[in-house]
């Protein structure tokens, strides 16, 4: 057997696992009774099946099923066990990941961004088509930043990972890319000028959270269009005058109670 025949064999076996996996995900969160919550050893179970799920398909070239799994993790961070709209939400996320491993095959960029974009959420939000990526490997300021978007009333997808940021981006088409200036690999700066550089995604606004004076070289190379927010106690305020710099309505709750 030759490495394509062994390749192949291998991403048959990975869709019929994927099948059996999310078989078993429904089934945790569906066998309780309609009117009881779902318990909270129940959900951790999911999570921990969904978080392996998500990383056996971006290895097999399923990089759709993984970006549906990391949203889902995103909507579930925080979540309590006993939220009534819990199972039908995820139930969505379940069918969505379902009818790709079905097909077998990757959907088009157009179907997937669709895909996406159709996803519910567990949070209230004033205005759910506005979708914001964070990008930090800090999880304290990736909590700030989430908060600060939640309290727009705006979707927040959040990724540590810059790399993945550009596909994601390109498959999601975010409204806002707010990223830390330090990353893995690659810093907010290159995150922010690769972006830039690329046709198809410079429309793509995006923002620079740093602890770096104003006159940093880095920050003085970026486009006048990038709005800077400094990490400290004007954060919010900044963050909200960045939205506005933008074009992106802040929330009516966000300016009454700020």
Do not use: W
């Not at 104003?214 to 963050?239: C, N, T, W, Y």
């Amino acid at each position: 057997m030759d490495a394509n025949e062994i390749i192949a064999k291998l991403a048959v076996e990975f869709l019929e696992d994927a099948r059996d996996r999310l078989e078993r995900m429904e089934s945790m969160l569906n066998d309780t009774a309609e009117s009881a919550g779902v318990s909270s050893e129940a959900l951790q179970d999911f999570k921990r099946e969904l978080h392996t799920l998500k990383g056996q398909a971006g290895s097999f070239g399923f990089s759709s099923v993984s970006m549906i799994a990391h949203h889902l993790e995103d909507t579930l961070d925080g979540v309590e066990p006993s939220q009534p709209d819990l199972r039908p939400t995820v139930n969505r996320y379940i069918d969505a990941m379902e009818s790709i491993i079905g097909q077998g095959q990757e959907p088009d960029q157009s179907v997937l961004q669709e895909t996406l974009r159709a996803l519910p959420t567990l949070r209230a939000e004033a205005d759910a088509d506005v979708l914001i990526l964070i990008v930090s490997a800090s999880r304290a300021i990736t909590k700030k930043l989430r908060g600060e978007v939640e309290a727009q009333g705006y979707r927040s997808v959040t990724l540590s990972d810059p790399f993945e940021a550009f596909r994601f981006v390109a498959s999601s088409r975010p409204e806002c890319v707010v990223c830390s200036a330090t990353l893995s690999g690659i810093s907010g700066f290159d995150l922010i000028h690769g972006l830039a550089s690329m046709p198809n995604l410079r429309d793509v606004q995006t923002m620079l959270v740093t602890s770096f004076d104003r006159d940093h070289p880095d920050i003085a190379a970026l486009p006048d269009s990038v709005p800077v927010i400094e990490l400290g106690p004007k954060m919010s305020d900044q963050f909200a005058q960045a939205l506005a710099q933008l074009g992106l309505k802040t929330s009516t709750h966000s300016a009454a109670t700020g």
